[in-house]
C-alpha cells in the first residue's frame, strides 16, 4: 500500500541553522505531495505541496522538491527561527483519491 | 465560517460511554473529511463524505464508529462504547474540492481521553 516514511526527531536545532527533514514515500502511481505543520495546541496547516515530478513547493522560507527517482520530498529551510518549532508531517495524495497518507511526523525545536 | 470549527475541544469519557464528537466545516466546502491522530503519531483516515454522502468509510476502526453527515454541512462523529484505544485526537477537514491532492484545511481538532 502508499506509505510515507519520515525521519525521527525530535531535531533541535539553533536558531538560523539549516533545517533539513527527509521524508520518502511509497506508491502505485504518481501522487501529490505535501508538507503539514501543527503548532502546540493548533491544528495542522498546509505548509507547501507539489503535485509531479521535480515541482518545488515553497513557502515561508520553506521548500521541498519532488524527486521521483529517489521518491524524495525533503524539507528544507536555510535559516530557522523559534517560532519554526512545531511538528512537521509528510503526507501523499493519490491522483484520483480522497484521501490523505502521512508520515508519524518529525518533532521541530529550534533554540535562541 | 472562517475556518473549520470542531467541539468540544476536549472531552474525558468513561469506557463504555457513548461520544459525539462535531464537525463544522467551512460554508460551502463539499468534502469533509475525519481523521485520527493517536499520540506521537500522524493522523489515520477515517472517513470521507461528499455533501452528504459518505463515500469511504473504510478507515473506520470498528462498528462503534459511526459518522454521519445529513444536510452535507455539519458532521459528527459517534463512537459507542468507548474503549481506552479510542484515546486520540480526531480531525475533521474540509475542502471544496472534490481530490485530496489539492490539500484541505484541517480543523483543531477534538481530544478523546477514555478512562
Known amino acids: 500500500g502508499n506509505s510515507v516514511t519520515q525521519m525521527e526527531g525530535p531535531v533541535t536545532l539553533s536558531e538560523e541553522a539549516f533545517l533539513t527533514i527527509n521524508c520518502t514515500y511509497t506508491?502505485?502511481?504518481?501522487?501529490?505531495l505535501f508538507w503539514y505543520v501543527q503548532y502546540p495546541g493548533e491544528g495542522l496547516q498546509l505548509l507547501l505541496k507539489?503535485?509531479?515530478?521535480?515541482d518545488k513547493g515553497s513557502n515561508k522560507g520553506f521548500e521541498a522538491t519532488y524527486r521521483k527517482e529517489t521518491t524524495s520530498f525533503h524539507l528544507e529551510k536555510g535559516s530557522v527561527q523559534v517560532s519554526d518549532s512545531a511538528v512537521y508531517f509528510c503526507?501523499?495524495?493519490?491522483?484520483?483519491?480522497?484521501?490523505?497518507?502521512f508520515g508519524a511526523g518529525t518533532i521541530l525545536r529550534v533554540k535562541s | 465560517g472562517a475556518g473549520v470549527s470542531q467541539s468540544p475541544r476536549y472531552k474525558v469519557a468513561k469506557r463504555g460511554q457513548d461520544v459525539a464528537l462535531r464537525c463544522d466545516p467551512i460554508?460551502?466546502?463539499?468534502?469533509l473529511f475525519w481523521y485520527q491522530q493517536a499520540l506521537g503519531q500522524g493522523p489515520e483516515f477515517l472517513t470521507y463524505f461528499q455533501n452528504e454522502a459518505q463515500l469511504d468509510k473504510s478507515g473506520l476502526p470498528s462498528d462503534r464508529f459511526f459518522a454521519e453527515r445529513p444536510e452535507g454541512s455539519v458532521s459528527t462523529l459517534k463512537i459507542q462504547r468507548t474503549q481506552q484505544e479510542d484515546s486520540a485526537v480526531y480531525l475533521c477537514?474540509?475542502?471544496?474540492?472534490?481530490?485530496?491532492?489539492?490539500?484541505?484545511?484541517f480543523g483543531s481538532g477534538t481530544r478523546l481521553t477514555v478512562v
Open positions: 477537514a474540509s475542502s471544496q474540492l472534490l481530490r485530496a491532492n489539492y490539500g484541505y484545511t
Open positions: 506508491a502505485t502511481g504518481y501522487p501529490s
Open positions: 460554508s460551502g466546502h463539499v468534502s
Open positions: 507539489a503535485t509531479k515530478a521535480d
Open positions: 503526507a501523499l495524495a493519490m491522483e484520483y483519491g480522497n484521501k490523505l497518507v
